[in-house]
């Protein structure tokens, strides 16, 4: 997304990426963990943990991006 600002739920983005990974077929030991994933995304993007978990700035993750 354009705006820095925007934040999406860790758990949120490990969906869609969980959901890419299947739809191009890649295999458990393609796939990124889920402790990987989020170490590469910290390295990258800044991350604010709040009472309701821990979030990434400027990572826009659509709906049709999580249930289609």
């Known amino acids: 997304t354009d705006d820095p600002n925007t934040l999406t739920g860790a758990g949120d983005v490990q969906k869609a990426y969980t959901k890419w990974a299947d739809q191009r077929g890649l295999s458990k030991f393609e796939r990124l963990s889920g402790t990987a994933l989020g170490r590469l995304l ?3 993007f800044q991350k604010r943990r709040t009472t309701k978990g821990l979030f ?4 826009e993750v659509f709906s049709s991006q999580l249930f289609n």
Request: aromatic share 14%; no cysteine.
């Open 42 to 44: 910290s390295e990258r």
């Open 56 to 59: 990434y700035l400027g990572i």
